[in-house]
């Protein structure tokens, strides 16, 4: 996951790092939960795939609408659309080297 | 937006909010009231104090809090919609004036048929009716056919049995048509309020939160199937025993029974909480913590209590009202404290931030209440609970007392958490960018 991203897709990624798991308090990128970005400059379209640590996250909607605002903010002529995936499903073992500093884990 | 995301399913906030309001000042009200009952409650577990006292905290601050977190809870945990908004305010109100009654009905004159305990049991009937409705149609739209949900709405069916049973002992009381002594049926009333609408419920609700707050994944649900069979299959078996064949060695079989089945839900969080991400716990966590603890007395005062050993006769008075208060204010009351921080402020968040994140600089949930004002109440509420349980061990009502001023100290600084989260003013700062 999150491999071969594009420049533009990497600047799009630290975009998104801004927006913290307010029950984590760490950004949603280290947590893992950033599956890929398409990033179309043709079609002027960004496509973001993600997923939450748990179904039926309180803040779900919260986080998903934060990532949009996010990316729309810094990308205004695109067409930003954030997709939900539960498939695979989020496990520890995807957050960042970052993130387990983070965590102290 | 895929299925499974669900908090645009939550109900609107005017339906969760005021239970929790109603339920700080329940328990800040039990508080006081429970100094003044510190003499009756270190000799027995019957009266009208202490069934006064016992009814403002089972009904108007542990039922209160539990109806108003399902509300926000069922949608959110079963991806559906909650059935109707209006039965829910309904109920709220049915739940406050029956409280009210019912707590007066007892404190003024212990059982009797006045008109107060005939109102406050009417308006607690329909409370309980209106939400169990309400819970089972909003749950039979689900598709999430989860071990977790199925102990949810089975706790439903048993609330309903309990109230149910209370207003059929009371009217025996008058009328005697049930050739039982009510005693015996009260064994049965409160146990199926204990195990299959309290704890039930909690198996079910804390099996989905807990491991979501540890963020802990892979754990071993067949240990949730197996307290699910353990601890009905007990239950039920309890209920038919206590009214049939009261025989002190099948009771200590179904006890342990149920003893079993609750094990294995601890087990299951256990897991959890080994698994978990964040190491420091925050004060909510810990009060749950500090219930797991409680729930270990809770099952070793509540065995002891069904099996009733001949070598503890003399104390036997004071393991029954050890086992209501380690459930009650140990149990109970500790994880609705830490709880209510794992709830509340994402409810107003939401509220208040849901549709601003990202284009203003916000606050985090955990910014909505004090910290310092959580952990003094952590404090004092452990200090609370353990000089009530050495008040009623020694007898001695000044310990009461003190540990009900301990309670009151608690209950007021949870309250002001609680009103400070739910009166929280939009604090919004423009981003950098």
């Given at each position: 996951?999150l491999?071969?991203?594009?420049k533009?897709?990497q600047?799009i990624?630290?975009?998104?790092?801004t927006v913290m798991?307010p029950?984590?308090?760490i950004?949603?990128v280290d947590?893992?939960?950033i599956?890929n970005?398409n990033h179309?400059?043709i079609?002027k379209?960004?496509h973001v795939?993600?997923t939450l640590?748990?179904r039926g996250c309180?803040?779900?909607d919260?986080?998903?609408m934060?990532?949009?605002?996010?990316?729309?903010?810094?990308w205004?002529?695109?067409?930003?659309?954030?997709?939900?995936?539960w498939e695979?499903?989020?496990?520890?073992?995807l957050?960042?080297?970052e993130?387990?500093?983070?965590?102290?884990? | 937006?895929?299925?499974?995301?669900?908090t645009?399913?939550a109900p609107s906030?005017?339906?969760v909010?005021?239970h929790?309001?109603?339920?700080a000042?329940?328990?800040l009200?039990?508080?006081v009231?429970?100094?003044f009952t510190?003499?009756?409650?270190?000799?027995?577990?019957l009266?009208?104090?202490?069934?006064?006292v016992?009814h403002i905290?089972?009904?108007?601050w542990i039922?209160?809090?539990?109806?108003?977190a399902?509300y926000?809870?069922?949608?959110?945990?079963?991806?559906v919609?909650?059935?109707s908004?209006i039965?829910?305010?309904?109920s709220l109100y049915?739940?406050i004036l029956?409280?009210?009654?019912l707590?007066?009905?007892?404190?003024?004159s212990?059982?009797?048929?006045?008109l107060?305990?005939e109102?406050g049991g009417t308006a607690?009937?329909i409370?309980v009716?209106?939400f169990?409705?309400?819970?089972?149609m909003?749950?039979?739209?689900?598709?999430?056919k989860?071990i977790?949900n199925?102990?949810i709405?089975?706790?439903a069916?048993?609330?309903l049995f309990?109230?149910?049973?209370g207003?059929l002992?009371?009217?025996n009381?008058?009328?005697k048509?049930?050739?039982k002594?009510?005693?015996?049926?009260?064994k049965?009333?409160?146990?199926?309020?204990?195990?299959?609408?309290f704890?039930m419920?909690?198996?079910?609700?804390?099996s989905?939160l807990l491991?979501?707050?540890?963020i802990?994944h892979?754990l071993?649900?067949?240990y949730l199937r197996?307290?699910?069979i353990?601890t009905n299959f007990g239950h039920?078996?309890?209920?038919v025993?206590l009214y049939?064949?009261p025989?002190?060695?099948?009771?200590?079989?179904?006890?342990?029974?149920i003893i079993?089945?609750i094990?294995?839900?601890?087990?299951?969080n256990?897991?959890?909480?080994?698994?978990?991400?964040r190491k420091?716990?925050?004060?909510g966590m810990?009060?749950?913590?500090v219930?797991f603890?409680f729930?270990f007395?809770?099952?070793i005062?509540?065995?002891?209590s069904?099996?009733k050993?001949?070598f503890l006769?003399?104390?036997?008075i004071s393991?029954n009202i050890?086992?209501g208060?380690s459930?009650?204010?140990?149990?109970?009351t500790s994880?609705?404290l830490g709880q209510?921080?794992?709830t509340?402020?994402?409810?107003i968040w939401?509220?208040?931030?849901?549709?601003k994140?990202?284009?203003?600089?916000?606050?985090?949930?955990a910014d909505?209440?004090?910290?310092?004002?959580?952990n003094l109440?952590?404090?004092?509420?452990?200090?609370?609970?353990v000089l009530?349980l050495?008040?009623?061990?020694?007898k001695?009502?000044?310990v009461?007392?003190i540990?009900?001023?301990?309670?009151?100290?608690?209950?007021?600084?949870?309250g002001y958490?609680?009103?400070?989260?739910i009166?929280?003013k939009?604090?919004?700062?423009?981003?950098?960018?």
């Amino acid at each position: 996951m999150l491999e071969n991203l594009s420049k533009t897709e990497q600047k799009i990624l630290e975009n998104i790092k801004t927006v913290m798991d307010p029950e984590v308090e760490i950004n949603i990128v280290d947590l893992g939960l950033i599956y890929n970005i398409n990033h179309n400059e043709i079609d002027k379209k960004i496509h973001v795939t993600m997923t939450l640590s748990a179904r039926g996250c309180p803040v779900g909607d919260a986080i998903i609408m934060h990532v949009e605002t996010v990316v729309k903010a810094n990308w205004k002529d695109y067409e930003v659309t954030v997709e939900l995936t539960w498939e695979p499903e989020w496990t520890p073992s995807l957050i960042t080297e970052e993130g387990k500093k983070t965590l102290n884990l | 937006m895929k299925a499974g995301l669900s908090t645009k399913n939550a109900p609107s906030p005017n339906v969760v909010l005021p239970h929790y309001a109603f339920g700080a000042i329940a328990f800040l009200v039990a508080s006081v009231l429970l100094f003044f009952t510190a003499g009756d409650i270190i000799n027995s577990y019957l009266g009208g104090r202490i069934l006064g006292v016992a009814h403002i905290l089972i009904l108007g601050w542990i039922t209160m809090i539990i109806f108003g977190a399902l509300y926000q809870l069922i949608p959110v945990v079963m991806e559906v919609r909650l059935f109707s908004e209006i039965l829910a305010h309904i109920s709220l109100y049915s739940l406050i004036l029956g409280t009210i009654f019912l707590y007066w009905s007892f404190w003024d004159s212990y059982i009797s048929t006045d008109l107060s305990m005939e109102i406050g049991g009417t308006a607690i009937f329909i409370s309980v009716i209106l939400f169990v409705v309400n819970a089972l149609m909003s749950a039979q739209k689900t598709k999430q056919k989860t071990i977790e949900n199925t102990f949810i709405i089975t706790s439903a069916f048993w609330l309903l049995f309990t109230v149910s049973l209370g207003i059929l002992i009371v009217l025996n009381v008058f009328y005697k048509f049930i050739d039982k002594n009510n005693l015996e049926l009260l064994k049965i009333h409160v146990n199926s309020g204990i195990i299959g609408w309290f704890m039930m419920l909690v198996i079910g609700v804390g099996s989905k939160l807990l491991p979501m707050f540890f963020i802990a994944h892979k754990l071993n649900r067949n240990y949730l199937r197996i307290s699910y069979i353990l601890t009905n299959f007990g239950h039920l078996a309890l209920a038919v025993s206590l009214y049939f064949f009261p025989n002190k060695y099948l009771l200590t079989v179904i006890a342990l029974t149920i003893i079993s089945g609750i094990l294995f839900f601890v087990k299951y969080n256990y897991d959890a909480y080994k698994m978990r991400l964040r190491k420091k716990l925050d004060v909510g966590m810990k009060l749950t913590v500090v219930a797991f603890l409680f729930l270990f007395l809770t099952i070793i005062s509540g065995f002891l209590s069904i099996i009733k050993p001949d070598f503890l006769e003399k104390i036997h008075i004071s393991i029954n009202i050890i086992y209501g208060i380690s459930l009650i204010l140990g149990f109970l009351t500790s994880l609705i404290l830490g709880q209510m921080y794992k709830t509340l402020p994402f409810i107003i968040w939401l509220k208040k931030y849901g549709n601003k994140v990202g284009k203003f600089k916000v606050p985090m949930p955990a910014d909505l209440y004090s910290k310092k004002v959580a952990n003094l109440h952590y404090y004092s509420f452990v200090v609370a609970i353990v000089l009530i349980l050495i008040g009623i061990i020694t007898k001695i009502e000044m310990v009461v007392q003190i540990s009900a001023v301990a309670f009151v100290i608690t209950a007021s600084l949870y309250g002001y958490n609680t009103f400070k989260i739910i009166f929280h003013k939009e604090k919004l700062e423009k981003n950098d960018e």
